[in-house]
Structures are given as structure tokens and as C-alpha cells.
């Protein structure tokens, strides 16, 4: 999990009780300016409050031409972009983008508070990052908001990376894309994706914690994931399906395991829909697919 910035809780008072959000739910991170020059969080409260007559700041996050970043609704429904309210988190940044440039402290807090979101969210990732204007008619976030840089440093993993100390080398701005680039291999997110499948990493998705972990390994040369090679057989009390392709659907069903019985060799680990399957060769060479749910089956 990327580590939770700084933020600053001013135990803002809301009128009412505010409603929780479901963080399965929420599948994007909608960014927003102000629209207004120097407006800073309590000018925004007030005025959501007061003159919109809300229960307050309608953003969950918000962010200072300082990068400060405060609570506002925190991971509570927000008020800020119609018609998705409950299914996404939005974050406020002080300004006026059409007038005003949007800071380097805002763009650094900007790209910590969405990257530690996304460890947050198990239904969001860096692509997943959007601007106001992409969900409703309106300008925000304003055209001097820097969408492209900060959606590059949270998929990047920009936040931790700079000069982090891997093995007796230091990196410097050192990202995986950077690494991946210099080895001449693909730095497509699906390519990462499944690098880190291989090295051990589950439910990869590009946040900036996992890009670091990924670039350790992979720098590292540690061994690939410890199931590679080993063999898994079931433990349940009954028939365990598996199937000629990654999936769970009856009609790829290609046979049944009764407990104890299994695979000898484990080729790799898929995620297939919400679960994982081991990719899985026969004695004869056949390949096949497995959960992988350590409910259903051991690997030894
Ligand atoms: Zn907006």
C-alpha cells in the first residue's frame, strides 16, 4: 500500500449526518479546481454550506497552493460531480485553472493523495484518474490543470521512486517504465501487469507502491514466485473443477479433481474475473487452469 500522505483533518462541522461511501463502489478519482483565484478550504465550506446550502465542502479531499491536503468529506458521499457522488472520490484544488497555474506542490500532493488513494480503492487505478469535464459539461478542472503529469507520476510511481535506494544502487528517478525502458522491455501497464504476476506481485494496478515493489524485484533478480514449479492438488471434500481456459464459465469446464489429486507443475498465476487460477501443466504437458483460492487447493 502507498503510504498515507500528510493531510490535515479540521473537523470541519456539516450540517446533517453525511453518508459513508462504499469504497467497492467508488471507481474513479475526479479532479476539480475551484474556479475561484484565492478561495482557500474554509471559503469553500462556507460557501458550499451557506451559499449552496449543502452539508458543507462538497469535495472528500482537498489541496492548497502549498500542497496542503485536507479532509474534507474525507471517504464520506460528496457533493461535487453530478450523478457520481457515490461512486467516486473528488478532489478540490485551490484555484483558478483557465486563470492561474496549478502549483508544483499541488501537482506532488496531488499525485501522493490519488496514489494512495488507488491502494485505498480496490476498484480503482491510475486510469481511473479524471477530470471534472470528462463526467459532466462543465471546464473544471480548468486547462492549465496538469492532468497528463499527474496522471504519469502516480502510474510511474513517481511519489517514492526518485532517488530510492535498491540493493547497493541508487536510483535516480528510478520508475519501473524507466527500468523496463533501459532493458529494452515492454513498459505497457499489461506488460507490468503481468511482470508482477510473475514476481509475486497480486491484484497489480500500476499504484505507485506496487511500481516500487515490482522495480525492487525485478532490479533484485529475486526469485520468481514461489509457486512457479510446484505442484497443487485440491484439499476439498468433493469435485474440484478446472478448465481448458483461464475462466470460471461451466463451458471451458475440462475435468474434476478429487481431494488429493492435482497438478505437478504450476506455470503461473492468472487472475481470472475477481479470482486467481493457477495456469497448470499435466504429466503429459497439457496446460490447464486451477483456482488458485488456498480454500480449494494446496501447493507443495
Ligand atoms: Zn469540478
Request: hydrophobic share 30%.
Amino acid at each position: 500500500m502507498t503510504k498515507k500522505p500528510q493531510m490535515k483533518e479540521l473537523n470541519l462541522a456539516f450540517r446533517g449526518n453525511l453518508i459513508q461511501l462504499n469504497k467497492k463502489a467508488i471507481t474513479k478519482l475526479v479532479q476539480h479546481h475551484m474556479a475561484h483565484t484565492t478561495w482557500d478550504i474554509m471559503d469553500v465550506h462556507n460557501y458550499h454550506k451557506n451559499g449552496n446550502g449543502w452539508s458543507g465542502i462538497g469535495y472528500n479531499f482537498w489541496i492548497g497552493f502549498d500542497g496542503t491536503i485536507y479532509v474534507g468529506r474525507g471517504f464520506n458521499q460528496g457533493a461535487h460531480c453530478l450523478g457520481y457522488n457515490d461512486t467516486t472520490i473528488g478532489i478540490g484544488y485551490q484555484g483558478h485553472f483557465d486563470k492561474q497555474q496549478m502549483t508544483d506542490a499541488q501537482l506532488k500532493a496531488g499525485i501522493a493523495l490519488n496514489a494512495w488513494l488507488i491502494g485505498q480503492l480496490p476498484n480503482v487505478q491510475a486510469s481511473d484518474i479524471v477530470g471534472h469535464g470528462d463526467l459532466g459539461n462543465t471546464a473544471c478542472p480548468g486547462k492549465n490543470f496538469r492532468m497528463s503529469e499527474l496522471k504519469k507520476g502516480v502510474s510511474n510511481g513517481a511519489v517514492e521512486a526518485p532517488n530510492q535506494q535498491v540493493g547497493s544502487e541508487t536510483v535516480t528517478n528510478g520508475s519501473i517504465v524507466d527500468y523496463l525502458n533501459s532493458i529494452g522491455k515492454d513498459a505497457s501497464f499489461s506488460a507490468r501487469k503481468k511482470y508482477a504476476t510473475e514476481y509475486g506481485i497480486d491484484n497489480y494496478k500500476g499504484s505507485a507502491n506496487q511500481n516500487l515493489e515490482l522495480l525492487h524485484k525485478m532490479r533484485e533478480g529475486k526469485p520468481k514466485a514461489s509457486y512457479i514449479g510446484k505442484r497443487v492438488e485440491s484439499k476439498h471434500n468433493g469435485q474440484l473443477r478446472f478448465y481448458n481456459k483461464p475462466s470460471w464459465s461451466d463451458k471451458y469446464v475440462a475435468g474434476y479433481l478429487k481431494e488429493g489429486y492435482g497438478f505437478p507443475d504450476i506455470v503461473d498465476k492468472v487472475k481470472v474475473g475477481k479470482g486467481y487460477q493457477y495456469k497448470v501443466k499435466n504429466s503429459k504437458g497439457h496446460i490447464y487452469y486451477v483456482t488458485a483460492s488456498k480454500k480449494y487447493v494446496r501447493v507443495e
